[in-house]
């Protein structure tokens, strides 16, 4: 696997429901991002990680969790959603730190595919 | 809030080439000025990104004005799978991307 990886890429669920989306990056990165797109709206900074520890949280709900155990992975567990909640979710990684000046260049994001939500 | 004003959509003809126009006039003096583009449904996808001079690559050339409050990305021959949204985004290192609305690129047969 190259790249970043997320899983399901469809996911429908109850209000009620509990559940999680993964995001994996296969590129030695750094930092590791969610996003959220509403229908017609632009992407949405919902959390940023950067060496594995939270440096962002754009003011979402705490009904949304994420959990970063390595630099490789990034989970978004969901729990009490509701309708509006429903959206393309992707996760990005870059080498770039945030916060921190860097030299090098090439430190664009590389986006999954995303994990298309639907509450119900 | 985004710093870039693009136009919301644009139409080109297969085979000629597409520029897409951006307009960035509080640019500050080390921020870049990337180009990504977002195919329906699928993850946002890096194109190029330059500071001052105009950069190319296998996918586009980026031509940034002397005074930087503008630039224009060339797909030199659009084809129909370069259908997309497009973002222009300006950003120093160590800060968020921040996404606008970008232009809805239809390329016509």
């Known amino acids: 696997e190259t790249g970043v990886t997320q899983t399901p890429r469809h996911l429908v669920m109850g209000m009620t429901n509990k559940k999680s989306l993964k995001c994996e990056q296969h590129?030695?990165?750094?930092?590791m991002y969610w996003y959220k797109q509403s229908a017609k709206k632009p992407l949405e900074l919902m959390f940023v990680y950067s060496l594995e520890e939270r440096v962002e949280n754009n003011s979402v709900p705490s009904r949304f969790s994420p959990e970063c155990p390595n630099s490789s992975h990034l989970f978004l567990h969901l729990h009490t959603l509701q309708p509006e909640d429903s959206a393309l979710y992707l996760c990005?990684?870059?080498?770039?730190?945030?916060?921190?000046?860097?030299?090098?260049?090439?430190?664009?994001?590389?986006f999954g595919p995303g994990t298309r939500l639907t509450v119900l | 809030d985004a710093k870039t004003t693009q136009p919301p959509s644009m139409d080109c003809a297969e085979g000629r080439a597409a520029n897409l126009p951006c307009n960035h006039s509080?640019?500050?003096?080390?921020?870049?000025v990337y180009w990504y583009r977002q195919i329906h449904s699928q993850g946002p996808q890096y194109i190029i990104h330059?500071?001052?001079n105009n950069e190319t690559n296998e996918m586009a050339s980026l031509i940034i004005t002397e005074d930087r409050k503008s630039s224009t990305l060339i797909l030199p021959h659009a084809t129909l799978r370069d259908t997309a949204v497009y973002y222009c985004i300006v950003k120093n290192y160590g800060q968020n991307f921040v996404f606008g609305p970008g232009t809805r690129l239809s390329v016509l047969p």
């Open positions: 590129l030695g990165h750094n930092a």
């Open positions: 509080t640019i500050s003096g080390n921020e870049y």
């Open positions: 330059g500071l001052k």
């Open positions: 990005a990684s870059s080498q770039d730190l945030p916060g921190v000046v860097s030299l090098d260049p090439y430190n664009e994001q590389f």
